[in-house]
């Protein structure tokens, strides 16, 4: 049994570390772009008003898709961080539940592979948002700069 507790305490580890760089990107996310992209936003729709008309319709796919980014961000943010907090707590659980042979070795690799499922899950999520925040970052200040050069004219 020694063997197989120590076989199933690896890929807890594992866990742990990619849940700790998964907390770290989700800070670094959450400090890096909403701010940045809430404070452009606000720039550009207020200029709206002293584009030309025609040019008006082109900014709003661009406005639309980064409010929708962000909007899902904030309602996503408490989740992942719940999520981030929960499955952290159910893993030091079941290292000590497998230490003290609390559950078996079939029933630890079914918690196992729950808390797996949950981690990659929460993985893919804040890789989700990293890239559409990156994107739509990258969207305003393009935007911008066009309506900084079109009302300067």
Sequence with gaps: MAFSCQSRKEPIAQL?????????????????????????FSWCDSMLQYLPEEQIDECFPVLNLAHAYLSQFDDMLPVMQHDLSYTRQQLVNLK???DTHFVNDSLAAIY?????AVADTLH??????????????????????????ATSR
């Design 124 to 149: 893919n999520r804040i890789l989700y948002f990293q890239d559409r925040l990156s994107s739509q970052d990258k969207e305003l200040k393009t935007l911008r700069k066009t309506i900084s050069k």
């Design 16 to 40: 742990q570390e990619q849940l700790r760089r998964d907390s770290v990107l989700l800070s670094e996310i959450q400090q890096k772009y909403p701010d940045n992209i809430r404070s452009n």
């Design 112 to 116: 196992l592979a729950d808390e797996t």
């Design 96 to 98: 000590n539940d497998i």
